[in-house]
């Protein structure tokens, strides 16, 4: 952070005009934090995208376009900054999809105040939260890799650990049952569990890079 | 193996022969007359020797090998060529010098019959000679002799006695001449080549026929036909180097039994070569009348192994009966096993030529290339028999034909050969398109089929969904707008009833998703579902969820109705039971999978409200083929689900 900031500043991309303003809501009267900017539109959504910007909270399904597109950007634009997919299900795939853009951590839409308040909070503190559903499609995304004859295989394979603790957590097991399975502390769990969400995407990339060049979108040179 | 080549030699449709082919066999047809006319040529230059032509001759029977001079009275006139000549092998020539010969500047006399042994005296005085002198005599005489006579000793009127000794007789006896040693010398050459030289040669090459064919008759299905041309090859190699024996150690019974079989064979071979050129390649005949069929053709396949055997049976049986000859007179004095043999070949050349031109001017059997060869040789043996038989010359056309034969025959199959395989390669490549076509239709139906599968499996999916949606989702929204309406609906309840609404709809959105994959990360999923209430309700929830593996037969289907059936159980256990922890467990036994919810409430009984509940789980476990078991008592309750999995 180039400035230290008494308050994290929070944008939020929503089309949904009540959801929108519920999340504000709880920003507004969550202790450090702020709001920086709101947006309904993709197209809106990318001007908030500054310097000084903390968290986005963002939608996948946007009229312009999909959210997907404005973590790729804020991402790339901002390394630091905390990503929170706002999703109603928190669907597996959605949010994978999310975290291979970039994003930290997902939210479900309608939680309680203090739901939403603590997730934010979660994720700026560091915390990576996910869902047994997105844990065993990531294991599955990375199985397949693995054993797929087209691709070229994960880039970055997870460690013997980290597939051990994303197993467990696909398993329904929260951070800290996995973290007393497994003898280490429930911030190690969460360490293991963004170190999983660096790798998708890194993996991600490569994939994307390899599936242009089997396109023929891009040309490589020896 | 075998039968697909012979498949491959008979080659049904041969088609019109191809320029190729028609040129080849004009080569061969040039080469084989060039060499004829060659070897006719050298035959002309042996015939017409330059020199004095002693045809009238007198013979006399010597008494031993020695040679004694005999009184004039012993000597029976005779007149050259002569047949049959005589009945012992020691004989004396005698004649006289003339005139013309005693101006010889060097004179010879050429004995063109084939004698070893021979001398030369002159008024009862040896003046040449060559051969043997101890030892018993060459069986059969090989070569022309050229014997230079001193001049001083050649005067008009001069008795000249000619001893020759063999141990065979003669077919026929040949004239004798007298000239310049370097006039005669050219027939003389002419003679040792064809006597000595090119037996030599055609010997060389019946071996390797014999050996190639013998070799190469496993890699052809038509084993027959190349093993009767082996079998040529060997009786015409037997037979050229029967010619070779002559001398010690190997005697009459070498040379003769050698010679005669080699001939015998030659006759025989011949033929059942024939039949089997012509029945192997001919094209299938229409059905007949087996009688018929095998009055038209009695070498027709199924009998052509019979012929195999009865060729060999005729080889056997003339080789007995040469070796019973030979047993009581290995000289073979008078000739009647040439002469029986001969007329044996002569036979079975007009035999093999009449079937081989009716084999020919067969339509879709024109093969130029064998042809050329074939009637060659058919036409060259005949020429060669007659020669030898009606004008007592040498036969030499045979040879010509011999160096050829081979060579069109193997050139004939290649072509042959090459023809089958550009056939089967246009066939080959219609049946690729063929497959391709096939393979494309098929992938197109695949694809179609796999199209209306996947609508199909859409379609049931959707109406599942909607089915889910109306039994669950859809009726508690209409219960809320119903309650709202009438003004039942407090805020608190509004706010569960949609609550539960949500929650049933992340439901199917969970059972949509994890059913692909495990009942594993399934049941993980669902833990967002319970864990709430069991927060809410004060009670723990123990999560005891193992890795069950893959389950792929549990699809969202199934797995929407394990979530309604578990929520239920925790719903009743909730409600009704009041416990202190609930246990949530999922293991594998094999091939069959447990889910179990146990809690340490009071347990209930059947008459309870929860009745309606039960009777719901129960169906929903038979929908999905389950087991559902529940124990119930005052210190728990413990549902368990078992499918197969």
């Not at chain 2, 141990?167 to 040693?181: I, Q, T």
């Not at chain 2, 082996?230 to 150690?249: E, F, I, K, N, R």
Request: include cysteine; glycine fraction near 8%.
């Amino acid at each position: 952070m180039s400035q230290p900031s008494p308050c994290a500043r929070v944008a939020i991309v929503e089309d949904d005009a009540i959801l929108r303003e519920d999340l504000a809501r709880v920003v507004t009267h969550a202790e450090g934090l702020e709001i920086a900017g709101v947006s309904d539109t993709l197209a809106a959504g990318r001007t908030l995208i500054a310097p000084g910007l903390d968290v986005l909270l963002i939608d996948l399904a946007l009229p312009d376009g999909n959210g997907v597109e404005l973590i790729r950007e804020a991402r790339e634009q901002l390394p630091n900054i905390k990503i929170i997919v706002v999703s109603i299900f928190g669907d597996a795939r959605s949010v994978v999809r999310a975290i291979e853009a970039g994003a930290d951590g997902y939210l479900l839409k309608g939680a309680g105040e203090q739901q939403a308040e603590e997730a934010i909070r979660s994720v700026l503190g560091g915390g990576a939260p996910i869902s047994p559903a997105v844990a065993s499609h990531i294991l599955n995304r990375m199985r397949e890799r693995a054993s797929s004859q087209r691709g070229p295989g994960p880039d970055v394979p997870l460690t013997e650990k980290e597939t051990a603790v994303l197993t467990d957590l696909a398993k329904g097991f929260r951070y800290k049952e996995v973290a007393r399975l497994h003898g280490i502390s429930p911030h190690t769990v969460a360490d293991h569990v963004k170190s999983i969400y660096r790798k998708l995407a890194v993996n991600s990339r490569s994939e994307a890079v390899f599936e242009a060049v089997q396109a023929g979108l891009i040309k490589l040179k020896d | 193996m075998a039968s697909n080549k012979l498949l491959m030699l008979k080659s049904e449709p041969l088609g019109a022969p191809t320029r190729g082919a028609w040129i080849i066999a004009a080569i061969i047809i040039a080469l084989q007359l060039a060499l004829s006319a060659g070897l006719f040529a050298i035959n002309s230059i042996a015939e017409s020797a330059q020199g004095r032509q002693i045809t009238d001759i007198a013979a006399a029977e010597a008494s031993g090998r020695g040679y004694t001079q005999l009184p004039d009275s012993a000597f029976q006139p005779g007149r050259l060529p002569r047949e049959g000549c005589c009945s012992s092998n020691n004989l004396i020539f005698r004649t006289t010098f003339t005139a013309d010969d005693a101006a010889l500047a060097d004179p010879a006399i050429l004995i063109v019959s084939a004698y070893d042994n021979a001398l030369i005296y002159v008024d009862g005085q040896l003046t040449a000679g060559v051969g043997r002198a101890e030892g018993p005599p060459p069986n059969m005489g090989r070569l022309p002799q050229l014997l230079r006579i001193p001049r001083s000793l050649v005067d008009a009127g001069a008795v000249v006695d000619i001893a020759v000794q063999r141990d065979v007789g003669f077919g026929h006896l040949r004239p004798f001449y007298v000239g310049e040693y370097t006039a005669l010398y050219s027939s003389f050459r002419a003679l040792t080549f064809l006597r000595q030289d090119l037996p030599l040669f055609n010997a060389a090459i019946g071996a390797f026929v014999a050996a190639f064919c013998f070799c190469a008759a496993p890699l052809f299905g038509a084993r027959g036909l190349m093993l009767s041309l082996s079998a040529l090859g060997g009786s015409w190699t037997l037979q050229h180097v029967g010619l070779y024996l002559t001398d010690p150690p190997w005697g009459g019974v070498a040379n003769n039994g050698l010679y005669f079989l080699g001939f015998l064979g030659a006759c025989v071979c011949l033929p059942w070569f024939f039949i089997e050129w012509t029945s192997v390649l001919a094209r299938a005949m229409p059905k007949r009348e087996p009688f018929v069929a095998f009055i038209l053709d009695p070498w027709q396949a199924p009998a052509r192994r019979r012929l195999a055997v009865v060729s060999l049976c005729m080889l056997a049986i003339g080789a007995m009966l040469i070796a019973w000859r030979l047993s009581f007179d290995p000289a073979i004095a008078s000739q009647d096993i040439n002469r029986v043999i001969g007329w044996l070949g002569l036979l079975a050349m007009t035999f093999c030529l009449v079937r081989i031109i009716a084999f020919y001017m067969r339509p879709g059997s024109q093969d130029p290339i064998a042809a050329s060869a074939f009637v060659f040789v058919v036409l060259a043996a005949i020429a060669d028999i007659s020669a030898v038989r009606f004008l007592k010359t040498y036969g030499v056309f045979l040879g010509a034909a011999v160096t050829f034969f081979p060579l069109a025959l193997l050139l004939s199959l290649a072509f042959r050969a090459r023809g089958i395989f550009e056939a089967a390669t246009a066939t080959a490549e219609k049946l690729n398109i063929l497959v391709a076509d096939r393979e494309r239709e098929i992938t197109r139906n695949h694809e179609e089929i796999r199209r209306n599968e996947r609508a199909a499996m859409l379609l049931e999916e959707r109406s599942r969904i909607m089915r889910d949606m109306h039994d669950g989702i859809g009726g508690q929204l209409i219960g809320l707008i119903l309650q709202a309406r009438s003004h039942k609906l407090s805020g608190e309840s509004l706010v569960s009833g949609l609550e539960q609404s949500l929650d049933d709809l992340r439901l199917v959105v969970d059972s949509l998703e994890q059913g692909e994959g495990s009942l594993t990360g399934a049941l993980g999923a669902f833990r967002n579902r319970i864990e709430p209430r069991c927060e809410a309700a004060g009670v723990e929830l123990d999560w005891k969820i193992e890795d069950v593996g893959a389950t792929p037969d549990v699809g969202p289907d199934r797995t929407l109705q394990i979530y309604r059936i578990l929520l239920e159980a925790c719903t009743n256990a909730l409600k009704h039971s009041a416990p202190k922890r609930i246990a949530v467990s999922l293991r594998r036994d094999g091939n069959r999978i447990e889910i179990a919810l146990a809690d340490n409430g009071c347990g209930f009984s059947d008459g309870a409200p929860a009745g309606r509940g039960l009777a719901n789980m129960r169906t929903r476990a038979q929908g999905i083929g389950a087991n559902l078991d529940i124990q119930t008592s005052a210190v728990g309750t413990r549902i368990a689900l078992t499918l197969p999995a």
